[in-house]
């Protein structure tokens, strides 16, 4: 049988167990998120990237919550593309 060393055993621990799938039902990729919003694959990474769309990073890709992309599109229904406030909370009085 062959004996590990100290080293071996203590960066084996550290290993994080494997990620599981998501479901990939509940997500879109970046390009599907893009199509159904009106923006550029460049324009939706900036949106996860600000945390205004929730997305799962999986492998090289991104997939983008289906739920958080409709919240969206409802947040922003009938403002320009380039409003300024398109995507902010309104503010609660």
């Known amino acids: 049988m062959m004996r590990l060393s100290a080293r071996f ?4 621990c550290e290993i994080s167990p494997p990620k ?11 390009k599907e998120a893009a199509q ?4 550029s694959v460049r324009g939706i990474q900036n949106l996860v990237k ?3 769309l929730e997305a799962v990073l999986f492998g090289r890709m991104y997939l983008v919550s289906r739920k958080s992309v409709k919240e969206y599109l409802d947040q922003t229904r009938g403002m320009s593309k380039n409003d300024p ?9």
């Open 20 to 30: 599981l799938m998501p479901d990939l039902a509940e997500f879109m990729t970046v």
């Open 9 to 12: 055993r203590k960066f084996a």
């Open 50 to 52: 600000k945390s205004k």
């Open 36 to 39: 159904e919003l009106g923006f």
């Open 85 to 93: 406030t398109r995507g902010k909370q309104p503010k609660a009085q």
